[in-house]
């Protein structure tokens, strides 16, 4: 492709185009003793003000099967999380694992290092955490070797 300011150039440019425009998509995680409570609308009107798409577990209709909601998890660019359950600690382990920004509405801050080991006991205490493990490496094979290095405490 010839230009009038580059007429001897002989290829086209490769140019990675980055959308300005692409929405920024975080994920509430909560337990769902909070579903439908003050604490919750709260919370929605507080990430409101990021300037991002919200996306709300409660109304999903996803079931009870936990990957699908660690498949929104993968979809989105960051999780916010309240509250200290098996499920909010897999979806916040399953981001950290994504290396995905996470924090928390208590502190409205980073997730802190005292959270994150203790998301970690939880999880490990769960009764199904070897057919959790197991399908998390199917459904997410290429997140599940930084899974198990966060699981031991090998990733920051």
């Keep these: ?20 425009n692409k929405p920024y998509y975080i994920y509430y995680s909560h337990s769902i003793g909070y579903y439908n409570t003050q604490t ?18 409660n109304g999903l209709k996803l079931g009870s099967d936990i990957f699908q909601y660690l498949l929104k998890v993968k979809q989105c660019d960051a999780v916010w999380y309240r509250g200290y359950t098996q499920g909010v600690a897999f979806e916040v382990l399953t981001a950290l694992a994504m290396r995905k920004h996470v924090f928390s509405l208590e502190t409205k801050g980073t997730i802190n290092s005292f959270d994150k080991p203790f998301f970690i006991k939880i999880f490990l205490c769960n009764d199904y955490i070897n057919q959790n493990l197991s399908l998390f490496e199917k459904i997410f094979p290429d997140y599940y070797s930084d899974f198990l290095s966060l699981l031991e405490g090998d990733m920051p």
């Design 40 to 57: 919750e609308k709260e919370d929605l009107k507080f990430l409101r003000t990021k300037s991002a798409k919200v996306v709300n577990p």
């Design 1 to 20: 492709m010839k230009t009038d300011q580059f007429p001897n150039q002989s290829t086209t440019p490769k140019i990675n185009v980055i959308s300005v």
